[in-house]
């Protein structure tokens, strides 16, 4: 949605541009609109592998980012409700501006005006995507990032070319809420970063609501199927009373058919957009359920402590998953987790933290997750203080076997709030 809503506002643009010169008789200036264009394209192209290539991993600098990009995406929205119904009379002017110069600084400064006004457009949407990349899947963004493009591309050919009438007043109010949806998401995403980085009190109740609304890609996207199905449901409902009236506009018999023929299609759709939206919703829902029920925590088996510390063999714990265990520390029985990391070291925490207490954590492919807030951490920094970070202990290896002080269990377990 934010690939094809910020690559639209750029096809209408170059749209207007185009379409203004060829109607002034300026044609010979298209060449410098097209390399503004490409030019664009390249320098947006440039800072989405940058921002890709800078590997963030403090929650604070990407709390900033995300909250940021959520500013970003209330701009994007206040300047095209502001800038709409004017857009075109103003770039207008300003193609006219530059093509009454001689030669070719006509054609540089109409071709810097279409570089700027299409950067805006990419950078803006480089600096959200790698935002929303930070609590999304990578290959998810890029696969949506080139449909939206590839669909604003389409609409803005088929507009100008006539073949497609969409009122584009109602596209960018409807988008304008989803990108609402999104704004919030990035935003509370934000807080939830700087709350893990002690930047902003946090506590566990405050983190088991935020956490899983922004971690959850589930929730994000049935929330964004019910405002379009709400969307597609008042546009229904504007439409059933029109009906009624369809043949005011109409010429003779024929064209008052025509015209209740085409409200009852667009009527057929908007019903089936609307159930197909509820439809995946309801599967969505059922299927976050089952998962959080099939989540449950993993059995830790009990170790003994002999000579004041836990001794554990690490045959068959090498495979990089996590693997639980409890021992008795001061009459309680205290869950630990063991994981071998990529660089071969051995990290042993409890499974706890500073922040959610000892609701816990499971683990996602290559990430361990937070089951109170869904905090995603990772694998080489676990035992590191900071963040939602498991609870660090200290242990040794002695031969074939991970040693853990119970003494040093019982303080770990004092960092842990009650």
């Not at 922040?355 to 937070?370: A, M």
Request: hydrophobic fraction near 55%; proline fraction near 3%.
């Amino acid at each position: 949605m934010i690939a094809l809503r910020e690559g639209l506002e750029a096809a209408l643009i170059i749209g207007i541009v185009l379409v203004y010169l060829g109607r002034s008789g300026r044609s010979h200036l298209v060449r410098f609109v097209w390399a503004g264009v490409g030019l664009a394209a390249a320098m947006s192209l440039a800072t989405a592998l940058a921002l890709e290539s800078w590997q963030i991993n403090q929650e604070a600098f990407e709390g900033l980012l995300l909250l940021l990009s959520a500013v970003f995406v209330v701009t994007v929205i206040v300047w095209m409700n502001r800038a709409s119904r004017q857009l075109r009379k103003h770039i207008e002017l300003r193609v006219e501006s530059y093509a009454e110069r001689a030669g070719f600084g006509a054609g540089l400064g109409l071709g810097t005006f279409v570089f700027l006004m299409v950067l805006r457009e990419g950078a803006e949407m480089a600096l959200i995507l790698r935002a929303v990349e930070l609590s999304s899947e990578g290959v998810g963004v890029w696969i949506g990032t080139l449909l939206g493009l590839a669909g604003a591309v389409a609409v803005g050919l088929l507009f100008f070319q006539g073949t497609l009438r969409i009122p584009l007043g109602r596209f960018f109010a409807v988008t304008s809420w989803i990108l609402v949806i999104v704004a919030f998401q990035l935003a509370l995403t934000g807080v939830h970063e700087l709350s893990e980085a002690r930047w902003l009190p946090s506590s566990r109740e405050e983190m088991a609501l935020v956490g899983p609304v922004v971690r959850n890609d589930v929730f994000f996207f049935a929330a964004i199927l019910g405002v379009a199905a709400l969307l597609v449901l008042r546009e229904w409902l504007a439409l059933r009373p029109a009906s009624g009236g369809a043949d005011a506009g109409a010429a003779n018999e024929a064209e008052r058919r025509r015209l209740l023929w085409e409200r009852r299609k667009q009527g057929r759709w908007m019903i089936a957009a609307g159930f197909a939206f509820v439809a995946v919703m309801l599967v969505l829902t059922a299927d976050f359920l089952y998962a959080r029920a099939a989540a449950a925590p993993p059995e830790a088996p009990r170790l003994g402590a002999q000579g004041g510390a836990v001794r554990l063999p690490v045959a068959g714990l090498g495979d990089g998953n996590l693997h639980f265990f409890s021992a008795e520390v001061d009459g309680a029985l205290l869950r630990f987790m063991v994981i071998r990391k990529p660089d071969g070291n051995w990290a042993t925490a409890l499974d706890a933290c500073m922040i959610c207490g000892r609701l816990g954590y499971r683990q996602e492919g290559s990430n361990v997750v937070c089951r109170n807030c869904a905090a995603a951490i990772y694998v080489p920094t676990i035992g590191q203080a900071g963040g939602c970070n498991p609870v660090g202990v200290p242990s040794h290896l002695e031969g074939q076997e991970l040693v853990l002080q119970v003494a040093d269990l019982g303080d770990a377990d004092r960092q842990v709030p009650r």
